[in-house]
């Protein structure tokens, strides 16, 4: 089992930034890839992006590309999404999740990931 939290979460302005963390524990050994999604009342959940633990590459969604970083200080244990230049369309719960699996998967969908945070809010004010 992995057990994740998430912080960082709260209100941003308009054009702000902000970073979000996410602290694994358990058996973070064995997880291949911890993401961050996204989402809205009554949306499905959205990718935002995606960091892989085996040569620590990154993938992000089109809709972000360009603003929002993911990054980690301690490979399994801590992941980071910074997020810049925020609009309102950035306000949603915040998710992060990992996987066990072995990349063959696709890393898009909430379904390929075997644990999840709590989330948390981001608000951004226009």
């Known amino acids: 089992q992995v057990q994740l939290i998430e912080s960082g979460g709260g209100l941003v302005q308009a054009g702000g930034s902000l970073r979000l963390t996410c602290t694994a524990s358990g058996r973070t050994s064995s997880q291949y890839a911890m993401a961050w999604f996204r989402q809205t009342p009554g949306k499905e959940r959205q990718f935002v992006a995606r960091i892989r633990w085996s040569d620590k590459s990154t993938l992000d969604a089109a809709s972000v590309r360009g603003r929002v970083t993911i990054s980690s200080a301690e490979a399994k244990v801590t992941t980071y999404l910074r997020i810049n230049n925020m609009s309102p369309d950035d306000t949603a719960v915040y998710y992060c999740?990992?996987?066990?699996?072995?990349?063959?998967?696709?890393?898009?969908?909430?379904?390929?990931?075997?644990?999840w945070g709590q989330g948390t809010q981001v608000t951004v004010s226009s």
């Open positions: 999740a990992s996987t066990e699996g072995d990349g063959s998967r696709s890393p898009y969908l909430p379904r390929n990931y075997d644990y």
